[in-house]
């Protein structure tokens, strides 16, 4: 059964960092690009970050996340990274990982090219 399990998350004071992983207990993760995903309390989810199967990494071409959040995988123990660093409240949000079928690199900014999703782990930053 496909599966993954975001852990990680927690609180943290402006300028803190933490390091998020995702599990998965796919046997074809290795083949799989991998996208993390944060949604704040009444907004709409954000794309943050995605490691590809091929080792290509994405981000958003916004300024939100951009140099401060790095995204890593390391396909022998089938775990995906999300590094956060330089935190403020603005990053307060869950934070899901999800993974894409085999072998593809559909536009990973968007949440419907994502074959299943983890449960999320919560990333509260105070001011």
């Known amino acids: 059964q496909r599966q993954l399990v975001e852990s990680g998350g927690g609180l943290v004071q402006t300028g803190g960092s933490l390091r998020l992983s995702c599990a998965s207990s796919?046997?074809?993760?290795?083949?799989?690009?991998v996208g993390w995903f944060r949604q704040a309390t009444g907004k709409d989810r954000e794309f943050v970050a995605a490691?590809?199967?091929?080792?290509?990494?994405?981000?958003p071409d916004s300024e939100s996340v951009k140099g401060r959040f790095t995204v890593s995988r390391d396909d022998a123990t089938r775990t995906a990274y999300l590094q956060l660093n330089g935190l403020t409240p603005e990053d307060t949000a869950i934070y899901s990982c999800?993974?894409?079928?085999?072998?593809?690199?559909?536009?990973?900014?968007?949440?419907?090219?994502?074959?299943?999703w983890g449960q999320g782990t919560q990333v509260t930053v105070s001011s």
């Open positions: 999800a993974a894409q079928k085999s072998y593809v690199n559909w536009l990973p900014e968007q949440p419907q090219n994502y074959a299943y």
């Open positions: 490691a590809g199967w091929n080792g290509d990494t994405y981000y």
């Open positions: 796919d046997v074809t993760f290795r083949s799989r690009t």
